[in-house]
């Protein structure tokens, strides 16, 4: 065979090689980026549907958004963003995040974001940090002051600015994480519900997420690159407790698939006759139908 001949068929094999390859990239990228439209259309619907059925959001309402810098609450509020634009009633959302002075806490992270998403948002800065560090002694867990302390401040900054509903990151799996917390430690049959009235009646919390699972969020939030900042910065040790639940539910999600979808459903689905609360189920107060001489 001539030279040139002999050239140009290994130039069109390697062609053909290379136009494979592309073709076969092509692919992998429209089957990821199809899973991920169904990944965020799913969520939307998710979070649409306890919008929903809890009556989270209403016309006319200002949401503070709280943005903690963990995959949860950016999914939230970019799905909360989405829902926005569709809705057929307008609301606002104000994102808040509150920076409690960990060591190493990267301030510049969500003004970066929210500036370039465009958001209305306040950035609240309060050093719990040391308050928690002084009263905790070291290595038992922080998360319980740290968290009430947060709480106290957003819940103040809500009242003064005239939000209406405040907005937490809290999804399914967290749901069901405290529902058994309250079940072996506490000795309660209650959870974190997906709307809760503050203890003085001055705040409405909303949980979109609650029907959402951890691991599509963390799916989700990966594949967004969001700029997530980790809540461990303060160095605290895990809380113990939530991690035995944590282990407990992840050891039945894999081996009982659709276990945890049962529990959930089970909250939404409540006896009180058949459990053993006298103040939910008046027993004394059964009576029999039959007349008896
Ligand atoms: S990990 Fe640190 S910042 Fe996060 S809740 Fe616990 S104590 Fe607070």
């Known amino acids: 065979m001539n030279p040139t001949h002999v050239h140009q068929l290994i130039s ?7 136009l494979r390859k592309e073709a ?7 089957n990821v980026t199809r899973d991920f439209n169904k990944l965020q259309k799913k969520l939307r619907h998710e979070v649409g549907r306890a919008i929903e059925d809890f009556g989270m959001i209403e016309a006319g309402d200002k949401v503070m958004v709280c943005l903690s810098g963990g995959a949860d609450s950016y999914t939230m509020l970019d799905i909360l963003q989405q829902l926005q634009k569709r809705a057929p009633i307008s609301f606002e959302l104000v994102v808040v995040n509150l920076d409690q002075k960990q060591p190493g806490f990267p301030e510049h992270v969500l003004p970066e974001y929210l500036e370039q998403a465009q958001l209305e948002y306040h950035i609240l800065e309060q050093d719990t940090y040391s308050v928690v560090t002084e009263i905790i002694p070291e290595g038992k867990t922080m998360c319980g002051l740290c968290s009430r302390l947060r709480r106290g401040i957003l819940y103040t900054f809500a009242k003064r ?6 907005a937490l990151g809290h ?18 049959l209650k959870s974190m519900p997906p709307k809760l009235l503050s203890d003085d009646g001055e ?13 599509d ?20 040790q895990d809380n113990l407790q939530r991690q035995v639940i944590k282990d407990m ?9 659709g276990r945890i979808e049962t529990i959930f459903s089970s909250m939404q689905t409540i006896v009180p006759s058949h459990l053993a609360d006298n103040d939910t189920y008046d027993f004394k107060g059964i009576v029999s139908k039959t007349k008896h001489d």
């Open 12 to 18: 069109n094999k390697a062609m053909e090689g290379v």
């Open 24 to 30: 076969r990239e092509k692919k992998a990228h429209e």
């Open 161 to 166: 600015n005239g939000f209406t509903k405040i």
């Open 171 to 188: 999804h399914r799996d967290d749901i069901i994480e405290t529902l058994f917390l309250n079940m072996f430690y506490g000795g309660k």
């Open 203 to 215: 705040n409405i919390v909303i949980r979109p997420l609650a029907y959402c699972k951890e691991k």
């Open 217 to 236: 969020i963390k799916q989700y939030a990966g594949h967004k690159e969001f700029p997530i900042i980790p809540c461990a910065l303060c160095g605290s």
């Open 249 to 257: 539910l992840q050891d039945w999600d894999r081996n009982h698939p």
